[in-house]
């Protein structure tokens, strides 16, 4: 495997299940993310880990639930969605060069979880 | 406020036309990075470009062109002589200080190349 990938591609679940999305990233790198990408708005960054510890969390509800395990594995996941959680769940990894200052390493995607929650 | 525009949501054009993608962005800093990415259909994002805001110089790879104007906070991307494959969502993103590790995305402009 090269990249980032992303388990499952697809995943459709009530809003009572529980449910985890994977990411596993083969670059090495030192940083990952959780992004949100719903139609009509712009992607919306939920969650960052550099060194496995969560630097930023962006006021997301407490029914996503992030884990680092180590610099390669992220998983979120996921209980009592509500529908509107549907959207593609982007996964991502970059290698910080500067910490504190502007963003500025490019990162590296993978190719999305499509959750639908009914 | 820091902000990324991109007004143009969608494009279509015929293969072999020339396309230009804006992207407007608003930031106080006077430190800060503008990113390209491109989403084909497969759902993953692209890393294309990354321009610093003390760069002012245009780049050009292979087809694709980039046109960096601080006096209007304009980054636009070029493609000439688009092909098919060039279907995808572009992505315009700004980082700056002010936001730590949190880009700041534009809602994209879908471009449709057609045969």
């Known amino acids: 495997e090269t990249g980032v990938t992303q388990t499952p591609r697809h995943l459709v679940m009530g809003m009572t299940n529980k449910k985890s999305l994977k990411c596993e990233q083969h670059?090495?790198?030192?940083?990952m993310y959780w992004y949100k990408q719903s139609a009509k708005k712009p992607l919306e960054l939920m969650f960052v880990?550099?060194?496995?510890?969560?630097?930023e969390n962006n006021s997301v509800p407490s029914r996503f639930s992030p884990e680092c395990p180590n610099s390669s594995h992220l998983f979120l996941h996921l209980h009592t969605l509500q529908p509107e959680d549907s959207a593609l769940y982007l996964c991502?990894?970059?290698?910080?060069?500067?910490?504190?200052?502007?963003?500025?390493?490019?990162?590296?995607f993978g190719p999305g979880t499509r959750l639908t929650v009914l | 406020a820091q902000k990324v525009t991109q007004a143009q949501t969608e494009i279509s054009v015929v293969e072999k036309e020339d396309v230009t993608l804006d992207c407007v962005y608003e930031?106080?800093?006077?430190?800060?990075?503008l990113f390209w990415y491109k989403q084909p259909p497969s759902g993953e994002l692209v890393f294309l470009i990354r321009?610093?805001?003390?760069d002012e110089q245009n780049e050009i790879s292979g087809r694709y062109s980039w046109n960096f104007q601080k006096s209007t906070s304009s980054f636009n991307f070029t493609i000439t002589a688009s092909q098919v494959v060039d279907s995808a969502v572009y992505f315009c993103?700004?980082?700056?200080?002010?936001?730590?590790?949190?880009?700041?995305w534009g809602l994209g402009t879908s471009l449709a190349v057609n045969p």
């Open positions: 991502a990894s970059s290698q910080d060069s500067e910490i504190g200052g502007a963003p500025r390493d490019e990162q590296f």
């Open positions: 670059l090495g790198h030192n940083a």
């Open positions: 880990y550099s060194l496995e510890e969560r630097v």
């Open positions: 930031t106080r800093d006077t430190t800060y990075y």
């Open positions: 321009r610093n805001s003390f």
């Open positions: 993103a700004l980082g700056d200080a002010g936001n730590n590790r949190k880009l700041i």
